[in-house]
Each structure stands twice: as C-alpha cells, then as structure tokens.
C-alpha cells in the first residue's frame, strides 16, 4: 500500500482504480465494530457487491475490533479516541482499511484453544488476498491496517 502522496493503492495500482470510497469515524466504544459492520453491508448493497459482504464484514469487524482494543489508554482531545475506517471498491475487489492512534505495528500472535483473543489476525489474513499495516506520519500519527479482498 502507498500513501506517501496521500493515495491508496495496492502493488502499484493506481488510485483511480477505486471507483467506489467511503469513511467512517467513530468512537472507540465497544458498539464500533457492531456498528462498522452495519455500515459496511449497507455501504456494499449501495455499490452493489453483495457477494462480498459476509467477508468484508467479517473483515471490517475484526480490523474494528482490534483498533478500539489498541486505543485503550490512548489520550484523545475531547473524551474517547476515535477509529477509522475506510472501504473502497471497484466491481471485482474491496480494500478495507482501518486506522487508530496507538503507536506500534499489530503482529499475528498464537491463540490457545480457549483463548477468548488472539485470532482477529488470522482471520483477515484467511479472508483477504493480502494485509499489511504501516504507521502514519504526524500529526495524528498511529497507523492504518488494512486488508485487499478479491475474491467475496
């Protein structure tokens, strides 16, 4: 992924390959996966991609999920961190991406068998053709994790 011009493309492809984008902000609640998710089928059935919703809500929820974990303890001006999250589309793929404040660069770790965390990772890396992360310049800083799905 290259963001060093601002622009969002995936091995090179350039940025007017995505002909569907949309954001979201939220706070960094519980609720935000729940939410981003919502968002997420009713953003694909606009762009009519339907056949990819189930994964990309898989996705989003568990890129979601590990942001607001990352922001706990992180200070925020106002009173709760925020997450972000970005979908963008053309007719035969999604990228997803999701950005927090929190420093630091998330890592694929093992999961016990009653582990109740720890798989988030692993489900974006089966779901999606390629994932990666990268941290962000200031002034906001954290980082943006995101994920390239090409197949629903």
Known sequence: MDTTRGEVTVDGT????????DYLELSALPTAPGTARGHAGNVLREW?????????????SELITNSVT?????????SQPVVRL???????????????AAPGIP???????????????????????????????????GKVTW??????
């Open 86 to 100: 970005w979908l963008l589309a053309d007719a035969a793929s999604v990228l997803v991406a999701a950005w927090d």
């Open 14 to 21: 350039p940025p007017y390959r995505w002909v569907h984008h």
């Open 107 to 141: 890592r694929r770790r093992p999961a016990g068998q009653d582990a109740e965390d720890g798989r988030g990772l692993a489900i974006v890396a089966a779901l999606s053709a390629r994932w990666d992360s990268y941290q962000c310049a200031e002034p906001y800083g």
């Open 48 to 60: 009519r991609l339907l056949t990819f919703t189930e994964t990309i809500q898989m996705v989003v």
């Open 147 to 152: 994920a390239f799905i090409d197949t629903p």
């Open 70 to 78: 990352a922001t706990r303890g992180i200070s925020w001006p106002g």
